[in-house]
């Protein structure tokens, strides 16, 4: 029966293992499709990446329609703010299934709204836009992991959006019931053998034990023959070559290997009746093999250690089990048939193995411990077990590691060190110190290589035809009279023509509330201009495009901080006013002052600047030239409602504006001449002379940046330029003209 329950475990083991491995090739995932519900027709549809979900395995969706779309893609708050009060249907994620009763779906609601709405196509909220025909598959892609992005699927016309959007979901079938077979069936394997072990071993055992009770019957018979104190007197004598033999009972037949011999008993001639015996377990230690009724577990332990030591010592101390007594060359030649004799094979293997392999061999093939059989074979299957798990859990962690490094760094997370390098990249550009960000800005790079693009051309289609009306869609405010000026400057004297706008951006703080109107400080430089231009654009509201509504030229020997396009921490600020000390419209009514006086107080506040300071001594030259006129300039007077002011990243702020500044020329006596030499001048009042008082106006645009309110730094004049707006001659009425 034994060999019988060994099959049965090692059967029912393989059967585990079966099962186990049949789970774990088995399909593992189950993938099926999942639709839109409750979108309706409306001119747009949003799609946010609420829908995705890379994690489980949602990365992509379809897009199901007919004929031709548009998909425009941007941040999730300028499709908010473009479409307003528009009627759209909004996907707004993905719902599970519950169970059989109910399956995954993609949840839409539909906004009522508006249906007569501009195009968005030319807006420049968005980053791209692709235009798609029939179904088409989307692979979720945004320019960067900052903020939440969403798409605008719309039609050309009053056709209504495609708002069937479907995707799939994987559903992943775990795999910890085909492992734990698998655990399960190579224990249950591991105790059919043992039984196979334990079955194979008990012939021997049941010898051993025949053998220890007849050893224990031999003991007790030559202890009855010896002559104890006390022994009747009477008891007859022995004979002198009387032989005494105990049999033992029963005695092993003839099939059997174990014999029991016992000493002759000694005749009258020797001085006592004692005899030399040696005990079963002291026969034993000979061959390894020690009854597990005799000794304990201990006395184990210290034979295999010394028979690894000497493992030829047990044929050369020991006396043989079968009889004591005998020769020295029955030690040496042992009989077979003793159970304590061993084998020469045994003997051979004894000698190649290595006294631990030794006791294992000795402790599961000879059947003397069972228990600890059993033991040790299921701490080698707990330990295979482990030793398994464990590289399968290591690989699972380098790869997450993998991923993980995939995934993208906190920057809480960023190393100092790495930060003095960039650094250090910054400055050999010509960045000195740090600039600090916060956040992103509402502009990609391309957005803004975009913008400006169509507002360089759209400048210089306006150029080539000295037309101000085709500026009105990419530039307002300063920027808009400047151009206007020039061209009508341009017509009445001839006069140059204002150097186009640069594409080729150097620097550019973009800010970054998604709150409207959004600004924009950009330095560009043209191949034709000797110097970088000092730009702002701003985007008044959601459904109007930047446009460009401050330029200057970058005054000589000014630097400004490379900041850019998608760095954080810009912010619009409000000018304020003239009268608000440390206001930025305060500063620039204090740079204007300064412009028409040297001496005056803002002076002082004012970094070095070439431009002033050439300008000062040009007025100087004026003054001292006029002997027959008197030359005033009359207080600036800043125009706020074109102001712009914008705070960077170091807590400066760049405010722009324009200002008049208007020269006052009176003859000093009645008569005096005044000779007006300019060209626009003399046109612009019909006349090269006069002995009226005249009054010459120019228009002054400047960009200045105020430092912060902590530092000790003076205030720039960033950017400059200039152009004569405007001359006239006080004449009397009675004057009939020239």
Known sequence: ?????????????????????????????????????????????VVTNDVIDTDAGREEFTIEAEGEYLIALGRTYDVEAWLDD???????????????????????????????????TESDLWVSV?????????????????????LLIYREGDEPAPAAITTTETLTISQTGGIALLVSGA???????????????????????????????????????????????????????????????????????????????????????????????????????TPAAESPAEDHDDEYEDDSEDPDSDDSDSDDSGSAGTD????????????????????????????????????????????????????????????????AHAEEDAEADEEGEVQQDDPADVDPEELEEDNGAEE?????????????SVLLSSQLERIMEDIASTVEAADEELDADLLEDRVAADALNYRELAYRNNELADTSMPT????????????????????????????????????????????????LVHTAMMAPGTEFPAVSAEQGGVSVVSPGETDDSGSPASALQGVSRWFVDQDHDFGEQMAESVYIDALHDYHDELTEAADDTVIEFADPEVDLDNASAVELPDGSVVVAGSFDMTMEMAPIRDGDTIFLEHDLVVEIVGTDWTTFPTRITSREFIVVQIPPEDSEDDVVLVGVDNLISDAEINTPEWFDGY
């Open 328 to 391: 020295s060359e029955d030690h040496d030649s042992p009989d077979d048939s003793s159970p304590s004799a061993p084998k020469a094979s045994e003997t051979n293997n004894s000698e190649r193995l290595s006294g631990w392999a030794t006791g294992l061999r000795d402790r599961l093939g000879g059947g003397g411990k069972t228990s600890f059989a059993a033991g040790l074979a299921g701490m080698i299957a707990l330990t295979s077990a482990v030793g398994l798990a464990g590289p």
């Open 187 to 289: 224990l249950v394997i591991l105790l059919a053998l043992g039984l196979f072990y334990w079955a194979a071993g008990a012939p021997r055992r049941r010898r051993n034990a025949e053998a220890t009770a007849t050893a224990s019957a031999a003991t007790a018979a030559p202890a009855a023959a010896q002559t104890p104190a006390g022994l009747p007197e009477e008891e007859p004598a022995r004979l002198p070559d009387e032989d005494i033999t105990v049999d033992q009972d029963p005695v092993p037949g003839p099939d059997e290997d174990i014999t029991v011999d016992q000493d002759p008993v000694p005749g009258p001639a020797e001085d006592d009746l004692t005899q030399e015996f040696v005990p079963a377990w002291a026969a034993q230690e000979s061959t390894g093999h």
């Open 428 to 440: 050999e550009t010509g960045v000195e110190g740090e600039v600090p960000s916060e956040g992103y």
């Open 130 to 150: 692709e235009t798609a025909e029939g179904e088409m598959p989307y692979r979720w892609d945004t320019p960067d992991e900052q903020g939440e992005w969403a």
């Open 1 to 45: 029966m034994r060999f019988v329950y060994a099959i049965i475990a090692f059967v029912a083991g393989l059967a585990l293992l079966g099962l186990g491995i049949n789970q774990l090739t088995a399909e593992t995932e189950e993938t099926y499709l999942v639709e839109t519900e409750g979108a309706e027709d409306a001119p747009f549809t």
């Open 500 to 547: 186009p706008i640069g594409t080729e951006v150097l620097s550019a703080a973009v800010t970054g509330e998604s709150d409207f109107p959004r600004q924009a400080v950009v330095i560009v430089e043209h191949p034709d201009a000797e110097v970088p231009q000092v730009l702002i654009i701003e985007q008044a509201a959601a459904r109007e495009n930047y446009k």
């Open 86 to 120: 528009a009627a759209h249907n909004r996907v707004t994620g993905f719902e599970s299934g519950d169970g059989d009763e109910e399956t995954a779906r993609i949840t839409a609601e539909y906004i009522d709204g508006e249906t007569d709405v501009p195009d968005p």
